[in-house]
């Protein structure tokens, strides 16, 4: 609890029980002065009008005049009736004036008058003593409830005296003692103190502070100069550019492979703000984009002519993150961009792919003259061939259609990695597409006893698409879903318009693929672990590049035991 909201609750408490002193003697106060009130103001009336009316009819001989008087006296104790019994007497008083009045010499109605008058008096003499002690009784009660008030209070009061000091003071001892010892040069000297309030927060940054002084005073200038100096060296003879910036994107260091890539000396860049020099040099700011905006870019490749040949780097900025000395929260305090020379990598990668599409370029041909030379070896004309022979043909063509294939996917993938795959994007109809893609893999649905049905192809909205490179998508999918499935089963597949897109989704029940591949399996040359079927690893990676590059998607779900669910979706026209 803060020391605020500790002083408040004090002082709040003992405001509450003075205002509830304040109240309750305000109280009793009334009830006195009503009391009183009711003594003086009932009681004490009807005695003096009581007494006025004995004085006017004890005269030798009553006049007219003392008669008014009488009257006048007797209105007013009528209307000033407050005790029991008091309303009979000033009845039979009204009654005996009124012979008295009109026999002014009856001599009995005027013994009855002072009779009456006395039993009046009487009477609130008796309610004024019994009023005084029902009075008296309130204002003991009043003493002893304001005593016992005013003795909580006064208790309370003295606890807050005796501890609230203290409790401030304490803290603030232990404080001023510490930073004594820090004053002395006593970097280990630590304050302890509970809680959550504002001493306990000043005492946890104490000590830290302390922390950091005894860590500053431990270290070393020589073997921190000396550690700068081996960092130096060593980032100096990094084979790769590398740039260091602080918080505020100023430069820290450079190395000289830095200095030659970006054509920059020395001092026209360190400990000078990186946007600054941006502001001159094209590959500084596309180095220092991310950088300044505080995102992270990795493998991304860029493409720079150095000592007059063209180079390959794939730029990563690194935050530098730190836990500063008695803290607990992260601080960045810069931030390293590096570039990483990949130019071997990539000759070595475009000598790959350029072997790959001439060796597949090359197999096309002899694998179309295999496929013919089938095909002329089952005419009769050519003579006829018995059971075996049409079984190793048989064979001989499934090997051929899958050579056929397999450099069809490379010839492809070499297309997409070079950037000279060419689409013919244009409004297509959709449903011969599908037809085309089915008919293609009915004969090897039909081998694998694979039970194949289509959707219902009217009605479908054309898309933009290249006809060609859209069929083989569809093709490649329906192959897999027949190639993955078990024997005697089912391969759907299904279209469905959405407002922007128009989704194939082709369906199998084989094995299904474990959710921690799904990424991965677009990915060229991956195949599942555990996977036995034949395949190059590429059909899908090419599916997701030639459908993304017309607009589309190519989304998987699958379930380990419960197959798979390809969904391409082409752009709507």
């Known amino acids: 609890m803060k ?109 009855k008058i002072r009779e009456v008058l006395h039993n009046i008096m009487k009477l609130n003499m008796d309610a ?139 001092e026209n860049i360190v400990s000078k703000n990186i946007r600054d020099v941006a502001l001159t040099n094209d590959l500084i700011r596309d180095l220092s984009k991310e950088a300044v905006l505080g995102s992270i870019t990795t493998r991304e490749v860029l493409k720079i002519f150095t000592d007059g040949r063209e180079g390959y780097f794939e730029k990563n900025i690194i935050p530098i993150q730190i836990v500063p000395t008695g803290e607990s929260e992260t601080k960045q305090i810069g931030s390293v961009i590096i570039l990483r020379n990949i130019t071997s990598h990539k000759e070595l990668d475009t000598a790959k792919t350029n072997f790959i599409a001439t060796v597949s370029h090359e197999f096309k041909t002899p694998i179309a003259s295999m496929k013919m030379s089938l095909q002329l070896l089952e005419n009769e004309k050519t003579g006829t061939l018995n059971e075996e022979q049409h079984s190793l043909i048989d064979s001989l063509r499934d090997d051929a259609e899958r050579l056929l294939r397999t450099t069809g996917e490379l010839l492809n993938i070499t297309q997409v990695e070079t950037g000279k795959a060419l689409f013919k994007v244009e409004r297509t109809e959709i449903s011969a597409i599908i037809q085309n893609a089915v008919e293609a893999n009915e004969k090897f649905a039909l081998r694998k006893e694979i039970r194949l049905s289509t959707p219902d192809l009217t009605n479908l909205p054309e898309v933009i698409a290249d006809a060609e490179k859209a069929e083989w998508i569809v093709s490649n999918l329906i192959s897999n879903a027949i190639r993955y499935s078990y024997e005697d089963a089912d391969v759907t597949v299904t279209a469905h318009a959405t407002p922007t897109h128009l989704e194939i989704a082709v369906h199998d029940y084989g094995i299904g693929i474990d959710e921690a591949y799904h990424d991965k399996v677009f990915e060229k040359y991956f195949r599942v672990p555990g996977t036995e079927k034949e395949g190059t690893g590429l059909g899908l990676s090419i599916s997701k590049e030639f459908i993304e590059a017309m607009g589309g998607y190519l989304h998987l779900q699958s379930d380990i035991g419960k197959g798979s669910i390809f969904t391409a979706g082409f752009k709507r026209a």
């Open 3 to 111: 020391i605020r909201t500790k002083l408040q609750l004090a002082l709040g408490t003992l405001f509450l029980l003075i205002t509830l002193l304040s109240a309750f003697a305000i109280r009793q106060v009334n009830l006195l002065s009503g009391d009183t009130k009711n003594i003086l103001v009932a009681n004490y009336q009807s005695l003096d009008y009581s007494r006025n009316m004995l004085r006017v009819i004890n005269t030798d001989s009553i006049s007219s005049y003392n008669l008014q008087q009488f009257k006048t006296y007797m209105e007013r104790q009528v209307q000033n009736v407050t005790e029991v019994g008091e309303k009979e007497f000033t009845t039979d008083l009204q009654m005996y004036f009124n012979t008295l009045q009109n026999h002014p010499e009856d001599k009995a109605a005027l013994l």
């Open 128 to 266: 004024i003593q019994r009023k005084s002690v029902i009075a008296e009784k309130t204002a003991d009660n009043s003493v002893l409830w304001l005593t016992f008030t005013a003795a909580l209070c006064i208790s309370f009061g003295f606890l807050l005296f005796l501890n609230l000091p203290g409790a401030i003071a304490a803290p603030v001892k232990k404080l001023t003692e510490s930073i004594r010892q820090i004053a002395e040069k006593n970097y280990s000297q630590r304050v302890y103190i509970d809680g959550r309030d504002e001493f306990a927060i000043m005492a946890r940054s104490f000590n830290t502070m302390a922390e950091k002084l005894e860590e500053y005073t431990a270290s070393d200038l020589a073997q921190l100069m000396t550690e700068k100096k081996r960092v130096e060296t060593l980032i100096n003879n990094m084979a790769d550019p590398v740039i260091g910036l602080d918080e505020n994107h100023n430069v820290l260091f450079v190395n000289q492979e830095a200095l030659n890539v970006t054509a920059l000396k020395r």
